[in-house]
């Protein structure tokens, strides 16, 4: 079987018809069936299955050990995601364990695909939630009681999935058993295409935040209110993504994204109470993310006093930029006959264990650089070839 056939198969899954594409996410039910699916792949290839307290599905190759060879990514999407973000790292782990055995290969280390949760933060608003738990980049206690839109705590959430909610945080016994780890990934950009490669190497990702702004003002009538009589924290929340655009265009290889907005109560003929924005941004260097931010933040403060309002800002998620171990980088390349080194701009399990790991990752080719979009794509013999250079990479790392 192919990565691609395999993401054919779970193609029916977490189809979203209203948003286009795919809207699968942590410990939500279509997420959970890409889990059955997984234990059920992964089982049918001899591995042993295990589930730990973040969440995190481990399949071995032999017995559990420490200075594992990992491989993984997630299998939840963004809203409305394309198929290949987290699933073709997951099923080209899946192929190239096949690979290897029929290329005769016995691991002289244990190997592992390692699925994490919530890679996304689609539903509980915070990116990378099973590795940053993991590694105790997230407090466990502040983990629990994140809701989703529908006000279910991540807690209830992982409760019903089976989990005990305590046992949530940094896991050290995980974390021992880690020797490296090589996520396979889509590339969300077109720098494979101008390169001409199908496969490449990950250098750096940029550092990376969220936060959310909650404007209130006065909920009132649409049509009884005079415009002067107004606190409309609709107001504030459109000048807060004008000034997203302006401040991230001041700055190099910033970038700054309203992807949401939330009024409350949300009616057509309703002047909200409150708006909550939420703020994804993103520089070469912590400096210039923080600087992009406190330019938006200004703005947003004055817009909100102008209009009457208030505005309380939360960072959500935050992480520093991420650059990888570049002894390894180097290794995997020289592995692949040269395939080249590239940067990419979006966050990745991989880029939370790179702080505690030799951590890599390898892209895969996307003909149109689409990606948290269902037009995302790799052609099949691409994904194969990815396929085969993970199960090449896997094999020197655990040779
Ligand atoms: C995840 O893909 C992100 O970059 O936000
Ligand atoms: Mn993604
Ligand atoms: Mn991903």
Redesign the pocket.
Known sequence: MTAAGLLGDIAGVGADPRRGGFSRHGFDRSELELREWFRASAVARGLDVETDRNGTMWAWWGPPGDDAVVTGSHLDSVPGGGAY?GPLGVTSALVAVDLLRARGFIPGKPLAIAVFAE??GGRFGV?CLGSRLMTGALDPDAARRLTDPDGTTLADAVRAAGLDPARLGPDPVAMARIGVFVELHVE?GRGLVDLGAPVGVASSILA?GRWRFSFAGEGNHAGATLLTDRRDPMLPAAQLVLAARRAASGIEGARATVGKVVPNPGGTNVIASTVDVWL?ARAEDDFRTRAVVADISDAARVAAEDEGCTVTVTEESYGDTVIFDPTLRDDLAATLRGAPALPTG???DAGILAAHHPTAMLFVRNPTGIS?APAEFAEADDCTAGAVALADVLARLAR
């Open positions: 973000d890679e996304e990116a969300q990376h994804d979006a966050g990745h948290h």
